[in-house]
C-alpha cells in the first residue's frame, strides 16, 4: 500500500473513532431535544463526568485486582460509568429542569448552562485541575493492516458504539418505554391523556442520554490515555455541532452527523493542520446553517403564526 493511501486510512480510522464517540454524545442531544424542544447544554459535561467515572474504576481495579484481562475489566468500567451517569443525568433533571418545565425555553437554557459550569467546577475540586492519566490496564498491543495500525481502545470502540447504536433504535422502536417517548415527542398532552406519565418519560430519556454519554466519556478517556474537568465542554459543543449536522431531533441524524464529522475533523488534522480542526469542524455547521439549516435527515418544519 502506497504511503498516500496510508495515510488516507489512518486518518479515516481516527475520524470514525472520534467520531462515534461524538454520535454517542450527539445522540443524548437529539433526544432531549426531540422530547423537551430543549438543548441541554450540560450534556457535555456528562460526558465528561463518565470519563472521570472510568477513571476511578479502573485505579480501584488496578488497586485490587491488578493481573484481571481486560476482557473483564471493560464491562465492569463501563458498568459503572452508566450507572453513576444515568443517576446524575435524573438528578439534574429532576433538580435544574422539571422545575422549569413550564417556564419559558431560554429559562431552561440557562439553567442548563449554569448546571455545566458547577458539574466542571465539582470535578475540579474532586479530582484537581491537572490532567488525570489512565491507569495502564489494557494490553498496549496494535494491530498492524498494510500500514493502518489499530490500537486495542479503537477495537474496543467500533464494536460497542455500533451495538449501543444498534440497541437504541431498538429501544426507541420496539420497547414500550420507547414508543412512550415518541408520543410524548409528538404530543405531551394526547400521551398524558393515554396513560403516559410525561415526567417519566422525560427522566428515562435523560437517564438513557446520560448513560450513552458516559460510554463514550469512557471510551475518549480509554482512546486518549487520560481526561481533563474542561474535556466535556469542547466534545459537548462538537456533539452538539453533530446533531445539528445530522438534523437535530433525528436519531439516526445524530449517528451520522457524528460520524461525518469525526471523518472530517480526522481529514482536516491529517491533511491541512491539527492546530485547526476545531475550525474546519465548526466551519462545517456555519457551511450546513446556511444551506440546509435542518441539518441532513431533518425535515422542514413550518411554524404557525
Given at each position: 500500500?502506497?504511503?498516500?493511501?496510508?495515510?488516507?486510512?489512518?486518518?479515516?480510522?481516527?475520524?470514525?473513532?472520534?467520531?462515534?464517540?461524538?454520535?454517542?454524545?450527539?445522540?443524548?442531544?437529539?433526544?432531549?431535544?426531540?422530547?423537551?424542544?430543549?438543548?441541554?447544554?450540560?450534556?457535555?459535561?456528562?460526558?465528561?463526568?463518565?470519563?472521570?467515572?472510568?477513571?476511578?474504576?479502573?485505579?480501584?481495579?488496578?488497586?485490587?485486582?491488578?493481573g484481571?484481562?481486560?476482557?473483564?475489566?471493560?464491562?465492569?468500567i463501563?458498568?459503572?460509568?452508566?450507572?453513576?451517569?444515568?443517576?446524575?443525568?435524573?438528578?439534574?433533571?429532576?433538580?435544574?429542569?422539571?422545575?422549569?418545565?413550564?417556564?419559558?425555553?431560554?429559562?431552561?437554557?440557562?439553567?442548563?448552562?449554569?448546571?455545566?459550569?458547577?458539574?466542571?467546577?465539582?470535578?475540579?475540586?474532586?479530582?484537581?485541575?491537572?490532567?488525570?492519566?489512565?491507569?495502564?490496564?489494557?494490553?498496549?498491543?496494535?494491530?498492524?493492516?498494510?500500514?493502518?495500525?489499530?490500537?486495542?481502545?479503537?477495537?474496543?470502540?467500533?464494536?460497542?458504539?455500533?451495538?449501543?447504536?444498534?440497541?437504541?433504535?431498538?429501544?426507541?422502536?420496539?420497547?414500550?418505554?420507547?414508543?412512550?417517548?415518541?408520543?410524548?415527542?409528538?404530543?405531551?398532552?394526547?400521551?398524558?391523556?393515554?396513560?403516559?406519565?410525561?415526567?417519566?418519560?422525560?427522566?428515562?430519556?435523560?437517564?438513557?442520554?446520560?448513560a450513552?454519554?458516559?460510554?463514550?466519556?469512557?471510551?475518549?478517556?480509554?482512546?486518549?490515555?487520560?481526561?481533563?474537568?474542561?474535556?466535556?465542554?469542547?466534545?459537548?459543543?462538537?456533539?452538539?455541532?453533530?446533531?445539528?449536522?445530522?438534523?437535530?431531533?433525528s436519531?439516526p441524524?445524530?449517528?451520522?452527523?457524528?460520524?461525518?464529522?469525526?471523518?472530517?475533523?480526522?481529514?482536516?488534522?491529517?491533511?491541512?493542520?491539527?492546530?485547526?480542526?476545531?475550525?474546519?469542524?465548526?466551519?462545517?455547521?456555519?457551511?450546513l446553517?446556511?444551506?440546509?439549516?435542518?441539518?441532513?435527515?431533518?425535515?422542514?418544519?413550518?411554524?404557525?403564526?
Amino acid at each position: 500500500m502506497s504511503s498516500h493511501l496510508q495515510l488516507f486510512f489512518q486518518q479515516l480510522l481516527n475520524g470514525l473513532t472520534i467520531g462515534m464517540v461524538y454520535a454517542l454524545i450527539a445522540l443524548g442531544y437529539t433526544m432531549v431535544y426531540g422530547v423537551l424542544q430543549l438543548i441541554n447544554f450540560a450534556h457535555g459535561e456528562v460526558f465528561m463526568v463518565g470519563g472521570y467515572l472510568a477513571l476511578t474504576a479502573m485505579a480501584w481495579i488496578a488497586s485490587i485486582w491488578a493481573g484481571a484481562p481486560f476482557f473483564v475489566i471493560l464491562p465492569l468500567i463501563l458498568i459503572f460509568s452508566m450507572l453513576g451517569a444515568s443517576l446524575l443525568g435524573a438528578c439534574i433533571e429532576r433538580a435544574a429542569y422539571r422545575p422549569l418545565r413550564i417556564s419559558p425555553k431560554l429559562t431552561a437554557l440557562i439553567s442548563s448552562i449554569g448546571v455545566s459550569f458547577v458539574l466542571q467546577n465539582t470535578v475540579m475540586l474532586v479530582y484537581g485541575s491537572r490532567e488525570k492519566s489512565m491507569p495502564a490496564l489494557l494490553p498496549n498491543w496494535q494491530v498492524d493492516l498494510h500500514g493502518v495500525t489499530l490500537s486495542v481502545a479503537q477495537l474496543i470502540i467500533f464494536p460497542t458504539t455500533i451495538f449501543l447504536m444498534l440497541f437504541l433504535t431498538f429501544f426507541v422502536k420496539k420497547t414500550s418505554m420507547g414508543k412512550a417517548m415518541r408520543a410524548v415527542s409528538e404530543n405531551t398532552e394526547a400521551a398524558s391523556l393515554m396513560g403516559i406519565s410525561p415526567n417519566k418519560v422525560i427522566r428515562a430519556t435523560f437517564v438513557l442520554g446520560s448513560a450513552l454519554a458516559a460510554v463514550g466519556g469512557s471510551l475518549f478517556a480509554m482512546n486518549y490515555g487520560s481526561m481533563n474537568f474542561h474535556d466535556g465542554y469542547l466534545a459537548g459543543i462538537k456533539a452538539f455541532t453533530a446533531a445539528v449536522f445530522g438534523g437535530i431531533g433525528s436519531i439516526p441524524g445524530a449517528m451520522l452527523g457524528g460520524v461525518l464529522l469525526g471523518i472530517f475533523e480526522g481529514f482536516a488534522a491529517g491533511y491541512i493542520s491539527s492546530e485547526w480542526k476545531d475550525v474546519f469542524a465548526f466551519g462545517l455547521l456555519v457551511a450546513l446553517l446556511l444551506f440546509k439549516p435542518s441539518g441532513i435527515l431533518g425535515e422542514n418544519v413550518s411554524e404557525k403564526v
